[in-house]
């Protein structure tokens, strides 16, 4: 149901924007979120984007530097990353709750049903 795409190999300070789009109206009124994975490490949060709250919530390394938003019109989520760092090099993956109105649960992979496929970002330095 999901799909992320974007990835690629960018030079740290550049800049990359991931997308994931939904088939249908996946996103509405629910809670989505990016986590990322880097090699031998496990699935971590990167930002997370309430259905009820205008604010997003980022963790603190890529705070001021990446942008979530949605486009309920488009079923489109994104993820504007600039500023890259070498540390950023990742798997990136795009996930949704199942509920409508869920609650404030955004931090753990446990706290999504489902997901799209990794997309790579890769930094070099």
């Known amino acids: 149901q999901l799909q992320a795409y974007g990835g690629g190999l960018v030079q740290a300070g550049g800049s990359l924007r991931l997308s994931c789009i939904a088939s249908?109206?996946?996103?509405?009124?629910?809670?989505v979120g990016w986590f990322r994975q880097a090699p031998g490490k496990e699935r971590e949060f990167v930002v997370a984007?309430?259905?009820?709250?205008?604010?997003?919530y980022y963790t603190e390394s890529v705070q001021g530097r990446f942008t979530i938003s949605r486009n309920n019109a488009k079923n489109t989520v994104y993820l504007q990353m600039n500023s890259l760092k070498p540390e950023d090099t990742a798997d990136y993956y795009c996930?949704?709750?199942?509920?409508?109105?869920?609650?404030?649960?955004?931090?753990?992979?446990?706290?999504?049903?489902?997901w799209g496929q990794g997309t790579l970002v890769t930094v070099s330095s």
């Open positions: 984007l309430l259905w009820r709250q205008s604010r997003p």
């Open positions: 996930a949704v709750q199942r509920f409508m109105y869920s609650g404030p649960a955004y931090y753990t992979v446990s706290d999504y049903d489902y």
């Open positions: 249908e109206r996946t996103f509405d009124r629910r809670n």
